[in-house]
């Protein structure tokens, strides 16, 4: 399947096909400082297609050194302070489950790093280099409860552990639907 | 005399009995004492109202109704209930002044006035004070709420964010709202404050997260701050002058609460004041405790770390120190000392001594003498073995060296853990027995340090720990401690943790709930249960009594597990939160129950 990477494919170099979301390892480079601003937190509204940079993969993500480095700095950065030195939750939350409140996905996880959040969680975008904050969140990835690069639509829709799927909906109804572009007021 | 005579009354003079009540402020007669331990339970505010988190100044907890005894207790039976909705803990009591009940929800701290006088006591007036979202996220330990004060027709409270805010009791609108500091840097407010006449004492939380504790007097009027004492710091800031005279050689000396630190850590060193206050009037000083010292890894500290871990006594008008008292110096596991202070009355040595009781979180019981500092009784209420003994010369407990942690090292069974042999959760005192009941632990850490770096607004904490029970495999027990003697009379263990408050009636029982849900009423001499009652979460909070505009005796308490009891949450079976707060009465009767369509 092809990448669906329109207006992102210049700035992400991690921007990779569906089927080909795992790490390539240290060699890959860093998506671009900022580029993954344009992740939106909620669903999109309307008509609008998924973008991209939501499916960014982690170059660091199955490198053992990153890894190690990451929880160094969950500890170093006072991460485990809130989060539990386990990482399932304190005065912040479980890491380690399917429950992501902003996406669990790396480029999720990133911003929430990046950009902090707003019951307490510190922006670390200007403490922290990019380098830094993915290996955190190649750490993250190793606790179990991160969603997959290519599974954002599937973390959004609650999709995690699924054994299976209501058929679709008839024909009929999804020729009826109307799908009127989004227009301002 | 009887406090609570029960009045009957027919529907419509609820309002006049209400007028009665609150006019009927007979002091306190003498209790029968069979004890030579008493209390000076002023204000004496009218038998039947609960004006003040801990209904007196000494911190009792004690109410002199009576209609609810060890003989009917049996007939207890939920009256009405109230939900508020939040999901976080609930460990404060309502205040009942009038025909009005006070409460307060945790964040974001909705304040509800409930109508008594009507059926299902419905809420008359509802104040949102929208406190920042920021604070949940800096809160250390749940974003909790622990008590809130009435004071000359306002209602006072802390905001989880940082904020004192003052509420008209008549109409539910803000009078004032007072910033104490900046939420963005850790620094949050979750105990209640306390009011002698025209001042409001408050302090802070953020002993997790390294700011430097204080307590501040506002004005109750407007909101002013009057003064404010910080518990780490050169003297002048400490509010130590040439009255200041600690009781030992080693806590005497110029400013202290800088020369015991590593240059300049004093200025993130914790101390934060987020317990309870007391007050004696005849002394007229206040007591309270601060938290432990930041960060919470000793190697990183070298020295007492004064003034963390101890007791203030203060002079409530300018905030000058007149004594202090380090309970655990150079804490090494998180022991606060914010715990309650019970100001009684003892025989001690033949002699009559003013004391204060802290059941401290390094498991020892202290009674010590209010006017002094000095240290009368110290002895082990709950399993610890931190301490080797205590030395009664200086005052200190004997540290052993194989229970002091160390950097990156797994040091096992250290007893109690952080959360001590007791937290927060108060204890009562009765007239009656000269006893104190209490919920304590019975827990163990293992426990691994790691190195801080302090980066404003994140913990300054750096302690790994796991819990699990100390011997015996239960995790809670509520004991009946001789606070003269330093015994335990008796005591109930409990499998789960006991972190309610307690309260003793003059019914001769006392009450107090469990984490996994269980609220209990207690024959005050013997230990026996003599009821107990399922509610739908932990409780955490603290009973309270008082008498309806309907005359009747009631029983209230919040189930609604939260704090530093979701230490347990991994245990199976632990309950879901709540958030209700239930209200018993003999046989469940109030006021028009049985009306098909109450109004």
Redesign the interface.
């Known amino acids: 399947m092809a990448a669906i990477c329109v207006g992102f494919a210049t700035t992400l170099s991690a921007c990779k096909p569906h089927n080909d979301s795992t790490a390539q390892g240290a060699s890959r480079a860093l998506p671009a400082e900022g580029s993954l601003s344009a992740l939106p937190l909620g669903d999109l509204a309307g008509t609008a297609k998924l973008l991209a940079v939501n499916e960014v993969v982690n170059p660091l993500a199955d490198n053992a050194g990153a890894i190690e480095e990451g929880h160094r700095l969950f500890?170093?950065?006072?991460c485990?302070?809130?989060h539990g030195?386990d990482a399932?939750g304190?005065?912040?939350p479980n890491l380690t489950d399917a429950y992501w409140r902003y996406g669990g996905t790396p480029s999720a996880i990133y911003n929430s790093i990046y950009e902090g959040?707003?019951?307490?969680?510190?922006a670390w975008g200007r403490?922290l280099p990019a380098k830094d904050i993915w290996e955190i969140v190649a750490y993250l990835q190793t606790l179990g409860g991160a969603v997959a690069a290519n599974e954002y639509q599937a973390g959004m829709q609650g999709d995690h552990g699924i054994t299976s799927t209501a058929p679709q909906a008839p024909g009929l109804l999804n020729a009826a639907a109307p799908s009127p572009p989004l227009q301002p007021p | 005399m009887r406090a609570a005579s029960r009045l009957v009354l027919l529907p419509g003079s609820f309002g006049v009995a209400a007028l009665l009540l609150g006019l009927a402020t007979t002091p306190l007669a003498a209790a029968q004492n069979d004890s030579a331990a008493s209390a000076d339970f002023s204000p004496h505010d009218p038998p039947g109202e609960w004006r003040m988190q801990a209904r007196d100044f000494a911190a009792t907890r004690y109410s002199p109704l009576d209609q609810i005894t060890v003989d009917n207790v049996k007939r207890l039976r939920v009256a009405w209930t109230f939900s508020d909705g939040v999901a976080y803990g609930h460990e404060g009591a309502p205040l009942v002044v009038g025909s009005m009940m006070y409460v307060v929800a945790p964040f974001p701290d909705v304040a509800y006035a409930l109508d008594l006088s009507k059926p299902g006591s419905p809420i008359k007036w509802t104040f949102a004070p929208d406190p920042a979202?920021?604070?949940?996220?800096?809160?250390?330990?749940d974003a909790v709420i622990r008590g809130w004060a009435y004071a000359r027709g306002k209602l006072i409270y802390n905001l989880l964010d940082d904020h004192t805010v003052a509420v008209d009791v008549q109409s539910g609108k803000q009078v004032w709202r007072t910033k104490m500091g900046n939420v963005e840097n850790g620094e949050t407010m979750t105990m209640s404050p306390f009011v002698v006449g025209d001042k409001v004492f408050v302090g802070n939380s953020g002993g997790?997260l390294g700011k430097i504790g204080w307590l501040a007097a506002l004005d109750v009027e407007t909101g002013k701050e009057l003064w404010r004492a910080y518990s780490t710091g050169p003297d002048e800031l400490v509010k130590i002058g040439a009255d200041f005279k600690p009781y030992y050689a080693w806590m005497q000396g110029k400013d202290l609460g800088v020369t015991s630190w590593p240059a300049n850590m004093w200025k993130t060193g914790g101390g934060a004041v987020w317990g309870w206050i007391s007050f004696d009037p005849q002394l007229n000083l206040l007591y309270y405790g601060t938290s432990n010292p930041s960060p919470r890894v000793p190697v990183q500290r070298p020295g007492l770390n004064f003034w963390t871990s101890s007791v203030f006594a203060r002079d409530p008008n300018t905030g000058a120190a007149k004594w202090a008292y380090s309970f655990t110096p150079h804490d090494q596991w998180d022991y606060d000392g914010v715990n309650e202070n019970v100001l009684l009355d003892l025989r001690i040595g033949g002699r009559t001594r003013k004391v204060l009781v802290q059941f401290n979180r390094n498991a020892y019981a202290y009674t010590i003498d209010r006017e002094t500092g000095e240290v009368l009784v110290a002895a082990p209420f709950a399993n610890e073995n931190w301490s080797s003994g205590f030395d009664m010369k200086s005052g200190r407990a004997i540290v052993r060296p194989d229970k002091e942690p160390k950097p990156n090292v797994k040091l096992d069974d250290v007893c109690p853990p952080d959360i001590g042999g007791k937290d927060w959760q108060p204890s009562a005192f009765s007239p009656k027995t000269g006893l104190l009941y209490a919920g304590i632990f019975n827990i163990c850490m293992d426990v691994?340090d790691?190195r801080?770096?302090y980066?404003a607004?994140?913990?300054?904490?750096?302690m790994?720990i796991t819990r699990q029970a100390g011997p015996g495999d239960h995790w809670g027990e509520f004991i009946a401690w001789d606070p003269a003697t330093g015994t335990k009379v008796w005591s109930i263990k409990e499998k789960s943790m006991t972190m309610s408050g307690a309260l003793a009636t003059a019914g001769d029982l006392v009450f107090y709930g469990t984490v996994d849900g269980w609220f209990r009423a207690v024959n005050d001499r013997t230990g026996k249960v003599q009821w107990s009652q399922k509610l739908g979460s932990g409780i955490n909070a603290a009973p309270m009594t008082y008498l309806g505009p309907d005359g009747r005796q009631y029983v209230a308490i919040y189930a609604g597990v939260g704090g530093a009891a979701?230490v347990a949450k991994?245990m199976p079976g632990f309950p879901p939160r709540g958030s209700t707060l239930y209200v018993f009465s003999l046989d469940g009767d109030s006021v028009a129950s049985g009306l098909e369509m109450p109004q």
């Open positions: 500890i170093a950065m006072n485990a302070g809130c030195y399932k304190n005065m912040g959040r707003p019951q307490g969680m510190p403490a | 979202p920021l604070a949940v996220g800096k809160a250390c330990c997790e691994t790691h801080q770096s980066i607004g994140t913990p300054y904490d750096g790994e979701m991994a």
